[in-house]
């Protein structure tokens, strides 16, 4: 399974941005990068995926380096409700998803 | 609500019972996967459906685990003679296609075995 690193946790101010990093260095040419969300006692929730370009849906913005070996999600005005476990993942068309540890993100008030 | 539903939510039981979970995923979803997670780690697969055909199964489902997806719609996951190690977070997924395609996430079955 391919592998991404993160953060064990970060944390940031309410109606701050906030950018998320993950390192995917192993990242092969066909691999989608995913990032979910678990909120507390709640299952994962899909936050957004890409390939090559930077992607931008209402929840965040997906920033894809170059090379590809690191993408970063922004939240661009966090609240207290984003706070959560993020995780990215990388879909090698493999049918499932791989979690790794994620990013815990603490919003302070 | 016409999310992805588990049912039942809380499950206690005591070492060497049976127990059967329900998932109802999003009606017009083919394809539907279950996973675990414990305490302080992300969900670890299990196993996924296409419509009524499991196609994958990791090699976290021992023998006394076993899923099925009768008629392409909801789905059960059935652990017999549950040991302490089993006490987890079920969750249920479906997706309308492969991925890339978005998984949708139900809120899980608690398990704890006693």
């Known amino acids: 399974d391919a592998k991404t690193t993160q953060p064990n946790s970060m944390e940031s101010n309410e109606e701050e941005p906030v950018h998320l990093p993950c390192n995917h260095s192993t990242i092969s040419g066909t691999d989608y990068i995913h990032w979910y969300r678990q909120l507390p006692s709640q299952g994962p929730e899909y936050v957004i995926h890409g390939l090559t370009s930077n992607v931008n849906n209402r929840m965040a913005s997906l920033a894809i380096a170059e090379d590809r070996k690191s993408s970063t999600l922004i939240l661009h005005r966090a609240t207290l409700r984003d706070a959560a476990v993020y995780y990215c993942i990388l879909d090698r068309g493999a049918q499932k998803l791989v979690f790794g540890q994620g990013t815990r993100l603490t919003i302070n008030p | 609500d016409t999310g992805v539903s588990q049912d039942p939510r809380h499950k206690i039981t005591k070492r060497g019972q049976n127990v059967t979970f329900r998932c109802d995923p999003i009606s017009e979803h083919n394809r539907l996967y279950w996973y675990r997670q414990t305490l302080g780690q992300g969900p670890e697969f299990l196993t996924y459906?296409?419509?009524?055909?499991?196609?994958?199964k990791s090699r976290l489902l021992s023998d006394r685990f076993s899923a099925e997806r009768p008629k392409g719609s909801f789905s059960t996951l059935e652990i017999q003679r549950t040991e302490q190690g089993d006490s987890a977070m079920y969750l249920c997924?479906?997706?309308?296609?492969?991925?890339?395609?978005?998984?949708?996430f139900g809120p899980g079955t608690r398990l704890t075995v006693l």
């Open positions: 459906f296409q419509n009524e055909a499991q196609l994958e």
């Open positions: 997924a479906s997706s309308p296609g492969p991925p890339p395609n978005e998984q949708f």
